[in-house]
């Protein structure tokens, strides 16, 4: 199975100021096409998971574009340009190269 | 706008089965190019996919499950299923309904969750 790791898991942010989120996976995620299919999850406190970012950088319809995906390999960052209070919550990685299974990361808990 | 909603006991006692559905709506579960999963979530833990079907492929599950997971697809009812046997405390969680995306190797739509807890 493909160990998905995050790091911070916890991450105090400031208003305004960007914050970084790192995902790296046990193995690189370049599929059979030559794609990367990495994604990013958010989870508002109380509600179900919602998809952010796919295949690595493609933001989801109505994401804001202060959140931008990046990487290659086996390494991948989750970036937030200017933190707004909601953006508090968990944030997921989740590798949908090598499956099943499907895996993800631990989550990184942002707080102001 | 596709949605997907959960639904089955939030109480389940150890060493019984597990039975949650996830309905569907503004989509169809026989259309091709898309799984149809369950993910769950322990009370203060990270994500843990169960498994997938598909109207056209293989059914998948989660090998650390595999043997007390069936997961299976109502086309007339446009409804999922997911049972889970012989439950302990371990599998209590927030249980996800999800929809799989092939092409793009993602869950795009997920359903609010429902919490079961295995207690006597």
């Known amino acids: 199975d493909v160990v998905m790791t995050q790091s911070p898991l916890s991450l105090p942010v400031t208003l305004g100021q960007p914050a970084s989120i790192s995902c790296r996976s046990s193995?690189?995620?370049?599929?059979?096409?030559?794609?990367?299919?990495l994604s990013w999850l958010q989870q508002r406190p109380g509600q179900s998971p919602r998809r952010l970012i796919y295949?690595?950088?493609i933001r989801d319809s109505g994401v804001p574009d202060r959140f931008s995906g990046s990487g290659s390999g086996t390494d991948f960052t989750l970036k937030i340009s200017r933190v707004e209070a909601e953006d508090v919550g968990i944030y997921y990685c989740m590798q949908g190269t090598h499956w099943p299974p499907w895996t993800f990361g631990q989550g990184t808990k942002v707080e102001i | 706008q596709l949605q997907l909603q959960e639904s089955g006991p939030g109480l389940v006692k150890p060493s019984e089965t597990l039975s949650l559905t996830c309905t569907v709506s503004g989509g169809s579960i026989s259309s091709s190019g898309y799984y149809w999963g369950w993910i769950r979530q322990p009370p203060g833990k990270g994500l843990e996919w169960i498994g997938s079907?598909?109207?056209?492929?293989?059914?998948f599950y989660n090998p650390s499950l595999k043997s007390r997971v069936t997961i299976t697809l109502d086309t007339s009812k446009n409804q999922f299923s997911l049972k889970l046997s012989s439950v302990t405390a371990a599998d209590t969680a927030v249980y996800y309904c999800?929809?799989?995306?092939?092409?793009?190797?993602?869950?795009?739509?997920w359903g609010q969750g429902i919490l079961v807890t295995v207690s006597s």
């Open positions: 079907d598909s109207y056209t492929e293989t059914t």
């Open positions: 999800a929809r799989y995306r092939n092409g793009w190797h993602d869950f795009d739509y």
């Open positions: 193995q690189g995620l370049v599929y059979s096409d030559g794609n990367a299919y």
């Open positions: 295949k690595v950088s």
